[in-house]
């Protein structure tokens, strides 16, 4: 679920679930992003409020582990790699194509979250490069238009 008028009730239910017990905050932070897929301050600070978690310590993990995110992201996740093989063989006309056809820039969303698009640097399959990863979805020797195609069933 993507929240634009937060809902804070399910996050209110984790919080119980969690009550008292020390050391939660990774578990409860990751339950929080998987309610609303991502943390927002509203959460982060309801969090901090009921319990008891000064909201700098909760900031701290969250831009710590890189499993966390507290920007909001688009429903498909679409990693472009511009190492040095795929970089060779076209990355950034795959990062312009993408950007042109789904108005998603390098690093951010569309309008509608419906895309994202992170830059990566190597896959390790570079065999393959020019590569893109969507939604843990291998495209191996691809360009902007098939790329484009695949991303646009996912809707
Ligand atoms: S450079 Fe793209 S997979 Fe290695």
Same mark, same amino acid.
């Not at 578990?27 to 309801?46: D, H, K």
């Not at 795929?86 to 509608?112: F, M, Q, T, W, Y």
């Given at each position: 679920?993507?929240?634009?008028? @937060?809902?804070?009730? &399910? @996050?209110? $239910? #984790?919080?119980?679930?969690?009550? *008292?017990?020390? %050391?939660?905050?990774?578990?409860?932070?990751?339950?929080? /992003?998987?309610? +609303?897929?991502? @943390? &927002?301050?509203? !959460? @982060?600070? =309801?969090?901090?409020?009921?319990?008891?978690? &000064?909201?700098?310590?909760?900031? *701290? #993990?969250?831009?710590?582990?890189?499993?966390? $995110?507290?920007?909001?992201?688009?429903?498909?996740?679409?990693?472009?790699?511009? *190492?040095?093989?795929?970089?060779? $063989?076209?990355?950034?006309?795959?990062?312009? %194509?993408?950007?042109?056809?789904?108005? #998603?820039?390098? %690093?951010?969303?569309? &309008?509608?979250?419906? +895309?994202?698009?992170?830059? #990566?640097?190597?896959?390790?399959?570079? *065999?393959?490069?020019?590569?893109? !990863?969507?939604?843990?979805?291998? +495209?191996? /020797?691809?360009? =902007?238009?098939?790329?484009?195609?695949? !991303?646009? /069933?996912?809707?």
């Amino acid at each position: 679920m993507f929240a634009q008028e @937060l809902d804070l009730a &399910p @996050l209110e $239910r #984790v919080l119980d679930e969690f009550k *008292g017990q020390k %050391g939660a905050i990774i578990p409860i932070l990751q339950r929080a /992003q998987e309610i +609303y897929g991502y @943390l &927002p301050g509203e !959460v @982060l600070a =309801a969090i901090s409020k009921k319990a008891g978690i &000064p909201i700098s310590r909760l900031y *701290g #993990v969250a831009t710590f582990y890189a499993q966390f $995110r507290l920007t909001r992201r688009g429903r498909h996740l679409i990693k472009i790699c511009d *190492g040095t093989a795929c970089h060779v $063989r076209g990355a950034a006309k795959i990062v312009e %194509g993408i950007e042109s056809a789904l108005n #998603v820039p390098p %690093g951010g969303s569309d &309008p509608d979250f419906k +895309y994202s698009v992170e830059i #990566v640097y190597c896959l390790g399959s570079c *065999g393959l490069a020019p590569i893109a !990863v969507v939604d843990d979805k291998v +495209y191996g /020797q691809t360009d =902007a238009n098939n790329l484009v195609a695949h !991303v646009k /069933q996912l809707e």
